[in-house]
């Protein structure tokens, strides 16, 4: 079932009538092994045909996400090392890749974020190739990218991101406390810009503190990477002119005590997402592919350091060329007692703003056609 130009999306007719991608599904037992998840994307790739777009000496940058400290949901090692192995069967040049965080952690800098990686069994003699930060030490290694869009007419990106031949996506699909729902579009969009495309997608957050609520327990003043919070009169307060709209606030606090706009602040940051993501593969579509792993989905992305419980049952492995179709296929298959992962990790928002919006900039379908594998 090999990899075709028509499993692209693709506009036709006078009216621009946006066509169906295909969406490859291989399904998994409820608890799987990363030896089966591996397996799993091994079928799919081969399935796909997806070393028809990797040639001799490519450079194959292949996007992961190693979880922050303490969790222990992200995809596992195993699986972009079966991508590795595939990639040097074409005598290609993989690497891991990743971006420094704008909030303080493990992942701040290229430094901590690789031996992070490494902690987390990332490691060279394991996944076969090694970890190279997409953008630089400091986050700021970057590529300015025209895309017309409606938000922006260019945006920063990591700059290897860009300058890889091949572009193979590994996204764990989560809930996310500001978007709704984190997927492919969110891994390229968040997981791939410089740090200040992070910075202009989070620019109109615009957090306060609600004193009433507010302990001092000083959580968000440890962690706030611009210094942005200090205590006034025994409570936190967060100073506007200071504040970058990361949102590490209302991670670290414990009491709801951080307050946001979230229709307004959620719809925009997808939109700007979606634009970044853009930015990340135009030009380069047909060098690109995507698997979603719909294992261990929990509320919150794998950016929190903490142990999370899953709150959907494990459906399997997703692979497509389409980053769109993938996103929207994968929250479809998580309907679950009439909500699926969006509504069942934050009722409130609306995680498929950034789907549509990256639709109609035509990054991708969100028409799709399962194909079970």
Known sequence: MPLKMADMPHLTGREGEIMSSKVYLTRLNDGSTPEEQAKAVEKLFDACNVSEIIDKNNFVAIKVHVGEKNNTTHVPPEVPAVLVKKAKEKEAIPFLTETSTLYRGERENAVKHIMHAIRHGFTVDKIGAPFVMADGLAGNSEIEVEIDGELNKTVKVAREARMTDVL????????????????????????????????????TMAPEIDRNRCVMCGRCIKWCPEDAITAIDKKAYIHPDKCVGCGECLAVCQFDAVKFNWGAESSDIQRQMAEHAYGVVKGKESKCFYFNVMINMTQDCDCMGIVQEKIIPDIGILASADPVAIDEAALDLTLNNGKDLVKASYEHLNGRIQLAHAEKIGMGSRKYEIVEI
């Open 168 to 203: 193979l996506v590994v996204t764990h699909s989560t809930g996310h406390i500001v978007c709704g729902y984190g997927g492919t579009i969110k891994n390229l969009g968040m997981g791939l810009a410089s740090r200040k495309g992070k910075l202009r997608q989070h620019s």
